[in-house]
């Protein structure tokens, strides 16, 4: 029988997936790694994504149980002194039910002692009492536990606090990016299921360089997740690093407020005790004490904002069950206490899905909350702002970002408002059946790819052994449908700023994609005066487990590329550095 780290294991068959005939973007991945000139090093495609998001569909119990946070790189700034972090009286939601209460208090927290572990239960900074149960912290850590967060990286972690001091930067919108990248940061891996593993890893941009979390999750005693937290001034130099471990999983996207932030929040979800986000100080690393959560599941992390909700602990949400709407401040947390809609009261947790819409269509800025029944079609059953409260009318509801549909195999391109009802559709639009890109949609533009040599019989397969299908890119305006242009050959694009992207070209129109360049979206004319990149090694975005290690991502003013072993930070021309290399852990 194979054991978890037998290098021969494939619980999920992906060796049968890298066996089809058809080259995918996993070959491309490994044909860089193996060429002599290439910066990336051959990864084993890991099964460890896979069985994550497995049980993050499953993942009905949530909390929070013992937190290794040790400092080993220089003693933590002192304690500041700040109020206690008991929630205030709620005030009253505007569209609920009368004895619905919602609290708007924004929660701080105060810092931990220097040692980095707390020696005392930290003050309550949970949601009101009757809704969940406060937990404290551990007054002392398993030295397993605490040793695992140093010991588990290649090369190991070790902590370093900052100065307090933050380089002044004031980073020029990605319109376009410099001829090489700014930053180029080097990776840990640890032991897991298939040996040696790069890590998941999350960028947000923040005042004077860039955070990043790393995060693994252990197959070995002591079982559990462990976290290296560093911030990367532009200069290369690391300002601050923290090593974690908990008994649970840390959350890989940190909650930043904006490129004005003082501190960033990390989730922490460790069954069977309550969830909690913990804060650190963006100039020295200093950790907050925890807020807890309750027992409670966190959502998509969308920029600034998460919602928490109830967990699988539960099989159905109740009446007193409450949401947490969190948004990260510059300095503090913001939490507000939300009732579930009616709709959703007494239905199965599982079949109840709760997301923010950043994107929304509210004057004045702001949020909504949607609540989509998967058991109805995955229909939206209603949605939440502030301005309205809970409500099921369609015209609220129509206020969610669009979607576009774009269905493999059936017959037609829809963009859809969010009640199902159609914007604009292209009634003879068929997508192809493969991995990669198909499409974008941008505040102005829908770029998809189509399957132009679809027929009836054959679908979109390939026309012989050596002659793929014939595919195009076509752009349509948003708010019309009308198009805007189109190629015939499938481009990959990724949108930048200010209605540019990046974009596959064939230079010498001899079939093979061979530079990136930068274009305007509504003509796909190239921006003059800017550079180009070669395809080969540059900006690849995978799709399956793999994509969880190689992408590329926008984070504010800087422009993200993941390639498995390493980063590289991109900023717009006018911003960027020579390049400085740079190792996470050194």
Do not use: H, K
Not at 16 to 36: C, G, H, K
Not at 88 to 108: E, K, L, M, N
Not at 239 to 261: P, S
């Amino acid at each position: 029988m194979n054991t978890p780290n037998d290098p021969d294991r494939d619980p999920l068959g992906l060796d049968a997936f890298d066996a089809v005939e058809a080259p995918d973007q996993w070959d491309e991945i490994l044909s860089r790694a193996a060429s002599p000139t290439s910066n990336v090093v051959p990864l084993q495609r890991s099964a460890t994504p896979w069985i994550l998001a497995a049980a993050a569909a499953a993942l009905v119990v949530v909390a929070v149980a013992a937190l290794a946070v040790r400092g080993g790189g220089g003693e933590l700034p002192a304690p500041a002194t700040v109020p206690g972090g008991t929630l205030a009286a709620p005030d009253t939601v505007s569209g609920a039910d009368p004895d619905d209460t919602v609290p708007t208090t924004d929660v701080v927290s105060t810092t931990l002692p220097a040692t980095g572990v707390a020696t005392t239960a930290p003050p309550t900074t949970a949601v009101p009492s009757s809704t969940v149960a406060s937990t404290s912290v551990p007054t002392t850590e398993p030295q397993s536990t605490a040793s695992v967060a140093f010991d588990a990286w290649t090369p190991v972690c070790a902590d370093v606090s900052g100065a307090g001091a933050v380089p002044a930067s004031a980073l020029d919108p990605l319109a376009a990016l410099g001829d090489a990248p700014t930053l180029d940061i080097g990776l840990p891996t640890f032991d897991g299921f298939n040996g040696s593993e790069a890590p998941i890893v999350d960028v947000a941009e923040v005042p004077g360089g860039v955070l990043v979390v790393a995060r693994a999750d252990l197959p070995q005693e002591p079982f559990g997740g462990v976290a290296a937290l560093a911030v990367v001034d532009l200069d290369g130099s690391i300002r601050w690093r923290r090593c974690l471990a908990t008994d649970g999983v840390f959350g890989y996207r940190a909650l930043v407020a904006d490129r004005a932030a003082e501190t960033a929040w990390i989730q922490v979800v460790a069954p069977p005790g309550p969830a909690e986000l913990i804060g650190f100080d963006l100039a020295t690393g200093a950790a907050l004490d925890p807020i807890d959560v309750g027992s409670r599941a966190f959502g998509r992390v969308q920029g600034e904002w998460v919602v928490a909700t109830a967990d699988g602990t539960q099989s159905t949400i109740e009446d007193p069950d409450r949401l947490l709407l969190i948004r990260a401040l510059p300095d503090r947390l913001s939490v507000q206490e939300l009732p579930y809609p009616a709709a959703t009261v007494g239905r199965p947790v599982s079949s109840t899905y709760i997301d923010i819409d950043v994107d929304a269509d509210i004057d004045g800025g702001g949020v909504m909350i949607s609540a989509v029944d998967f058991d109805d079609a995955r229909s939206i059953a209603a949605v939440w702002s502030e301005e309205t409260g809970w409500t099921t009318d369609p015209e609220d509801i129509r206020r969610l970002s669009p979607t576009l549909r774009l269905p493999v195999g059936a017959e037609g391109l829809e963009f859809l408002d969010a009640t199902g009802e159609p914007i604009w559709t292209v009634p003879d639009f068929r997508a192809p059946s493969r991995e990669g890109f198909v499409s974008l949609v941008t505040d102005d533009v829908v770029v998809a790819i189509e399957c132009a040599s679809w027929t009836e019989e054959n679908g979109c397969a390939w026309l012989d052994d050596v002659t793929p299908p014939t595919e195009r890119t076509v752009a349509f305006d948003r708010m019309t449908g009308e198009e805007l242009w189109s190629v015939d050959t499938s481009r990959p694009v990724i949108e930048l700023a200010a209605g540019r992207a990046l974009m596959l070209d064939d230079t010498d129109d001899d079939g093979t994609l061979d530079i990136w360049r930068v274009v305007d979206l509504r003509t796909a004319e190239p921006v003059d005066g800017t550079p180009t990149w070669p395809s080969l090694g540059s900006f690849a975005n995978e799709c399956c487990g793999a994509g969880d290690y190689v992408w590329t991502r926008v984070d504010g003013n800087v422009f993200v590329e993941s390639l498995g072993d390493r980063l590289r930070i991109w900023l717009a021309p006018e911003s960027s550095r020579p390049t400085a290399t740079v190792d996470l852990m050194g």
